[in-house]
């Protein structure tokens, strides 16, 4: 596909503007629908910069701010503590797309490089957990962590949280269906080079292979960061302490907690989405590949 | 040498199983076992007073699936996904074909369309309840969609999703597009088509694969909706945006958990349902082009 490092060849240009009015009629159409995609964000920003009980109670909807206040992005960090549940859902992610990365590449690379018995089976087994995902397993899931104790309700301590926000996430098919499919692409005869030379399989792996598929294993570190940052059904039932929430969750607690300062939650919405917004705009083109793998044979 | 290369062979075997053990302990404790337990759950009945269990079978799962509750989130559910699945569609059509142009600055335009994507669903629900809620929303006095009614309630819901999945939908449409080679559009304008036609019998067609793709995706996000409905509506008013995971969810704190878990049961067997559809209906096309 286009959206690839060699961007802009014969490919993926599009239909040519047209002449000088049809081009200003494409203007003004894409104009209108980015107003119409930026508008929900721009009623958040000015329902975050309204002062919290005019904002709340006034009848008559407006466009505008009511009794800007400035403060609230401010007071969501020294009141509202939003600061905690930031870190913390960072200090997750990290953790998930670090070890979805390493799971995912080491088996990746048995799958593509190495023969052992079963491996077709074990590799049907791995691909079936993508038809499991945890809205299914929740219940069972639930109930596993509280017989393990690490959802505790009456003693929920950092540590116990911790693990049970991260262990079911340490890996995941989809990075080793992804990273699988960029390690086929190495021709064998460089392995067999390779093992002559004198390297092993670590060597191999670490040296050649994984710099090879760089492109690809970029844009699954992408999407696993997005994935792992933005999920919510999860950390809603393994978290029971309002310490230990990540930021997802925190959200609607600080609207139902503050009803008069609803302006804070607003607020709150629009930094908790800045962390994936970098994301997006500094890997635009490893997202858009991570997001479209399998729609476009 | 037979030695060798049987000790070779029993190396590689050793590694690979290696490099697999990581992964596999984590789906063996947390995809497979819960699977398992919910399978049990579903089969057997427990009793809140007690440890004793009274097995109820499949039987047991059957009244639950057959049973009124399951009924009602299964067909909120599949309104849900009627409202937000065309939509989803239409809407990256439409940004795709009107974004895929050459015009100056039109990367800043598809920046924009793709921006949602940053947008979690929780971060959405947010941003909608400066919209659509009775007290602060700027659509307060839209009866359309005033969440205190059950068809106002879930036209919010599945706006909202819709417009978190802007970015996704334009992301894929787009690439679509983009994969189509440009001889094929050349000699289309050659051969006198015009732009509808062109964009019907040669742009739809040759992007099928990828809504098929995308139409997967957003079902399967429908089947999954939570966050959407815990935030703007709380499954309300009267019950009438409570999903089946939403359902599920709310089951999950008891001591019974065989209703919960024979309604997991139904969730999964509908998930299995859109990929297996998926894969015979991608089967079905490339025998189609042979």
Redesign the interface.
């Known amino acids: 596909m286009t959206t690839s490092d060699e961007d802009n060849g014969r490919n993926g240009a599009g239909a040519p503007g047209g002449s000088k009015l049809a081009k200003a009629g494409w203007y003004v159409l894409l104009t209108a629908l980015a107003l119409l995609i930026l508008f929900p964000i721009y009623m958040t920003f000015i329902r975050a910069i309204s002062g919290g009980t005019a904002s709340l109670f006034q009848r008559k909807p407006s466009l505008l701010p009511v009794a800007t206040d400035w403060g609230s992005f401010y007071n969501a960090f020294s009141d509202g503590e939003l600061g905690k549940p930031i870190l913390q859902s960072l200090f997750i992610t990290a953790l998930i797309v670090v070890a979805q990365t390493f799971t995912s590449t080491i088996a990746a690379y048995a799958f593509a490089f190495l023969e052992f018995p079963l491996k077709k089976v074990l590799f049907g087994f791995i691909m079936v957990t993508l038809l499991l995902p945890i809205e299914v397993t929740l219940i069972a899931n639930v109930q596993t962590m509280f017989d393990i104790n690490l959802i505790s309700i009456n003693d929920p301590s950092y540590l116990k949280t911790l693990g049970a926000l991260t262990l079911p996430f340490l890996a995941t098919a989809l990075g080793v269906f992804l990273i699988r499919q960029g390690f086929l692409g190495i021709p064998g005869d460089l392995l067999d080079a390779a093992r002559l030379d004198g390297y092993s399989d670590f060597a191999f792996m670490w040296k050649i292979a994984v710099p090879v598929t760089r492109p690809i294993v970029g844009s699954f570190i992408v999407i696993s960061f997005l994935g792992a940052y933005n999920q919510y059904v999860w950390p809603r039932f393994a978290v029971k302490s309002d310490k230990y929430e990540t930021i997802q969750i925190a959200l609607r607690g600080f609207l139902s907690d503050n009803p008069n300062q609803l302006n804070w939650g607003f607020a709150s919405a629009l930094i908790a989405a800045v962390p994936v917004l970098v994301l997006l705009l500094v890997f635009q083109r490893q997202l858009v590949r991570g997001l479209t793998a399998g729609a476009v044979k | 040498m037979a030695v060798v290369t049987r000790s070779r062979?029993l190396k590689?075997?050793v590694?690979?199983?290696t490099?697999?053990a990581?992964?596999?302990i984590?789906?063996a404790?947390?995809?497979?076992?819960?699977?398992y337990?919910?399978i049990q759950?579903a089969l057997f009945q427990k009793f809140t007073n007690s440890d004793d269990t009274e097995f109820v079978g499949t039987k047991g799962i059957w009244d639950v699936l057959s049973g009124d509750e399951f009924r009602s989130g299964l067909w909120i559910t599949v309104k849900f996904m009627l409202y937000t699945v065309p939509a989803g569609l239409i809407i990256g059509v439409?940004?795709a074909t009107?974004?895929?142009?050459?015009?100056r600055g039109?990367k800043i335009?598809q920046?924009?369309?793709?921006?949602?994507?940053?947008?979690?669903?929780?971060?959405?629900s947010?941003?909608?309840?400066?919209?659509v809620n009775r007290?602060?929303?700027?659509?307060?006095?839209v009866s359309w969609l005033d969440l205190g009614t059950p068809g106002g309630a879930m036209r919010g819901v599945a706006l909202s999703s819709v417009?978190q999945n802007?970015g996704?939908t334009f992301?894929?449409v787009l690439?679509?597009?983009?994969?189509?080679?440009?001889?094929i559009?050349e000699a289309a304008t050659l051969d006198g088509y015009r732009?509808v036609r062109r964009f019907l019998r040669i742009t739809v067609p040759m992007i099928s694969?990828?809504l098929l793709?995308?139409a997967v995706i957003l079902v399967v996000q429908s089947?999954?909706a939570?966050?959407q409905i815990?935030?703007l509506t709380s499954g309300g008013p009267q019950r009438s945006t409570e999903t089946l995971?939403f359902k599920?969810?709310q089951?999950?704190g008891r001591t019974d958990?065989q209703t919960?878990?024979s309604m997991?049961l139904g969730?999964?067997v509908l998930?299995?349902a859109v990929?297996v559809g998926q894969f015979l209906m991608l089967n079905r096309r490339v025998h189609y082009d042979n």
């Open positions: 062979k590689e075997a590694l690979g199983y490099l697999l990581p992964l596999l984590v789906f404790v947390f995809a497979y076992y819960p699977f337990r919910i759950f439409l940004l009107a974004a895929h142009r050459q015009l039109i335009y920046t924009i369309f793709s921006s949602t994507v940053a947008s979690s669903v929780a971060v959405s947010v941003v909608f309840l400066t919209l007290q602060a929303g700027y659509f307060q006095n417009w802007v996704l992301i894929i690439a679509g597009m983009q994969a189509i080679p440009e001889e559009n732009p694969p990828t793709f995308l089947l999954q939570y966050a815990e935030i995971l599920i969810t089951l999950q958990l919960g878990a997991a969730l999964f998930t299995l990929s």
